[in-house]
């Protein structure tokens, strides 16, 4: 069976706590009317479900990463479009996400940007404060490292948007690159 869908990534990544996932279900919904078939890939998630037992080692989170590209690679494929909302830390570890996806569609990278500030006064978990505190080892932006993307094809600023304004920066984006049509009538 043929599909006329063409699938692509959306790969969201920054700090915890930037919206990552707040946007990406706010696009989803959005790119859902106008006929994909949207899959989710939410971080937290995936180390449930496909990455149990896994640490936040390098080599642990490459590893973890890993397996979302791949995922996301075969839906790419099979014609859905697919949010990925992953911290994602490493260069290198987008940069091979990005390889596995680009056999099958677009892979559009989406910098959320906001301070490690402002992520922990966001923080309802209190995993800021733990890793400030130095009960939480190698959390990321804290103790670890964050790679920032240096060219991702869309970059939200959540401290001066509303989830609402991200979510419409990147509907725009979409349409500018040809991924989606224009807005669907109400």
Request: aromatic letters at 8%.
């Amino acid at each position: 069976m043929s599909s006329d869908r063409t699938g692509f990534t959306l790969w969201f990544t920054g700090l915890s706590g930037t919206g990552k996932s707040t946007i990406a279900e706010l696009v989803g919904p959005e790119l859902g009317k106008r006929g994909a078939l949207v899959e989710y890939l939410d971080g937290d998630v995936v180390r449930t479900h496909l990455s149990k037992g896994l640490g936040f080692s390098k080599e642990d989170r490459d590893t973890n990463i890993g397996r979302i590209g791949w995922v996301s690679s075969r839906l790419t494929r099979a014609g859905a479009v697919v949010l990925v909302s992953a911290i994602s830390p490493y260069a290198d570890t987008r940069a091979a996400a990005r390889e596995m996806v680009e056999e099958f569609g677009s892979f559009v990278e989406v910098f959320v940007d906001t301070s490690v500030e402002a992520c922990a006064a966001r923080d309802v978990k209190g995993l800021y404060a733990k890793a400030f505190s130095g009960e939480i080892k190698e959390f990321t932006g804290v103790s670890d490292p964050y790679e920032a993307p240096e060219n991702p094809e869309v970059h939200i600023q959540t401290e001066s948007q509303t989830p609402q304004e991200s979510a419409a920066a990147v509907i725009a984006a979409l349409e500018e690159r040809g991924l989606i049509g224009g807005a669907v009538p109400a």
